[in-house]
């Protein structure tokens, strides 16, 4: 009984080592922003709603696969406190699954975290971009995933991410049109 302990306990080691990103290539991506805040400027023209796509592969111990993510994304607060609310739909496939489908909400809004919403840590960079660390459940796919959110001119939002299981992603945000009051 004690041999095969310890071989799931070292066969689970394994696992969860070679499933990670390495940690040069999370130095490599976080290496990318700059010490400096958004200036309170220019944060003004990130806040709104976006909504768009992004894809993934991932590499890990014979389980190659694919994730396409639907992402609706709500920036609010200000440079220094940013306050995000994400809803991030995904279906995913792979050697080990065919195909899952699977929803979670994130946000760090006290008042948003009703209905099962998971943590996530939010950072200004100087001078467009947004650093968003996913804090989901335990088992979670996302677990360990962080986006870098670059805003470009035209108002789009192009989001690159790495995570667990070798995962890196790309992908575009377009903003959502506000209507206004219809009643003014």
């Keep these: 009984m004690q041999a095969f302990r310890h071989f799931i306990l070292i066969i689970s080691l394994i696992s969860c080592l070679s ?6 290539e999370r130095e490599d991506f976080f290496s990318k922003l700059s010490p400096e805040r958004i200036n309170g400027a220019d944060w ?11 894809s993934s592969c ?3 111990f014979g ?11 709500e920036i609010s607060g ?18 080990w699954n065919a195909s899952v489908s699977y929803t979670e909400k994130f946000t760090n809004i ?7 919403a998971k943590q ?24 360990g995933t962080a986006m870098i959110l670059t805003f470009r001119e035209d108002g789009s939002v192009d989001v690159e991410y790495i995570g ?7 992908g575009r945000l377009l903003p959502v049109p506000s209507f206004g009051n219809p009643g003014q």
Aim: glycine share 10%.
């Design 164 to 170: 667990h299981y070798g995962r890196r992603g790309i």
């Design 63 to 73: 389980n190659n696969g694919v994730t396409e993510d639907e992402i609706i994304l």
């Design 110 to 116: 006290p008042q948003r975290v009703y209905g099962g």
């Design 58 to 60: 991932s590499r890990a």
């Design 19 to 24: 499933g990670c990103s390495s940690v040069r």
């Design 78 to 95: 200000g440079a220094e406190n940013p306050l995000v609310y994400m809803i991030k739909q995904s279906s995913a496939s792979s050697a």
């Design 44 to 54: 003004h023209r990130l806040v709104g709603v976006y909504k768009g796509y992004t």
């Design 120 to 143: 996530v840590l939010v950072s200004s960079h100087a001078p467009n971009e947004l650093l968003i660390s996913l804090k989901p459940e335990l088992f979670s796919p996302n677990r």
